[in-house]
């Protein structure tokens, strides 16, 4: 019985197969080969990659909004509000449709809520509501 030590490749990836020759011809199978493993390290490697145009979009998209962001904070200030006290019976439906009997009263009640930071509809009689300046 001899043994043969057979390469294949050359550097530091080259693979050395023992094969035991016996006089039956018998050979052994070929080596498997192995899977790549990512550890913690990689993957949080690959993940930071992964994100880092998602990261740098935002980021250019804060500091571009930054100017626009100041003037609509400081045009909001300079703009004065009208303001109207709720009557026994009123709602914010009729308020919508007395200040603008034009428009959607949806979107008029829409925004007199979010303007008056208000959970619902309902409003309570002397109520002091700020109404939405209609162009």
């Known amino acids: 019985m001899s043994v043969a030590i057979a390469t294949t490749g050359f550097g530091p990836q080259a693979r050395f197969q023992a094969t035991a020759h016996s006089g039956a011809g018998a050979e052994t199978p070929p080596a498997s080969r192995t ?15 992964a994100a880092l145009p998602v990261i740098l979009w935002a980021v250019v998209m804060v500091l ?11 045009a909001s200030s300079a703009v004065s509000f009208e303001y109207v006290t709720v009557d026994r ?22 925004e007199i809520i979010r303007l008056n930071g208000l959970d619902g509809a309902i409003v309570e009689p002397g109520q002091r509501l700020a109404l939405p300046v209609l162009p």
């Open 35 to 49: 899977r790549l493993r990512l550890t913690r390290r990689g993957r949080v490697v690959f993940t930071g990659l």
């Open 89 to 110: 019976g009123d709602s914010l439906w009729g308020i919508a449709e007395s200040i603008a009997p034009d428009a959607d009263p949806r979107v008029i009640i829409d």
């Open 64 to 74: 571009g909004a930054g100017d626009a962001a100041a003037q609509s904070g400081s």
